[in-house]
């Protein structure tokens, strides 16, 4: 059974810096691209960033390119999303998602990804 566990939300002010986890159980990493994603009350969920199967392709969503950065640990089965420089903007639910993709790129689209999990808030207040 597939799992993911996200951690690492919280309360932080503008220009601060969170880094989010997202353990995985049930699957290995080289055959499952991860994706995260967050949905702020009243806004459609939207992707944010992914990494792929292999790790060596990663995309972002314009508004956070130069300041997240998603990484992978796969002896952790452990992907995680670096966040800088956050804006009140930032503030939503977080949640990774994984797709079975032994090959290729990621995606920051929600309809490849089958499991999901319950999200971690991340607040961006003064």
């Known amino acids: 059974q597939l799992q993911l566990v996200e951690s690492g939300g919280g309360l932080v002010q503008p220009g601060g810096s969170l880094r989010l986890s997202c353990a995985v159980s049930?699957?290995?990493?080289?055959?499952?691209?991860i994706g995260w994603f967050r949905q702020a009350p009243g806004k459609e969920r939207e992707g944010v960033s992914c990494i792929s199967s292999s790790g060596r392709t990663t995309r972002y969503v314009d508004s956070v390119k130069d300041r997240f950065t998603v990484s992978r640990d796969t002896a952790k089965n452990t992907v995680y999303l670096q966040m800088n420089s956050l804006r009140p903007e930032d503030t939503a639910i977080y949640y990774c998602?994984?797709?079975?993709?032994?090959?290729?790129?990621?995606?920051?689209?929600?309809?490849?990804?089958?499991?999901w999990g319950q999200g971690t808030q991340v607040t961006v207040s003064s």
């Open positions: 049930g699957f290995t990493l080289d055959y499952y691209t």
């Open positions: 998602a994984a797709q079975r993709r032994r090959f290729g790129t990621c995606v920051l689209q929600k309809s490849p990804y089958d499991a």
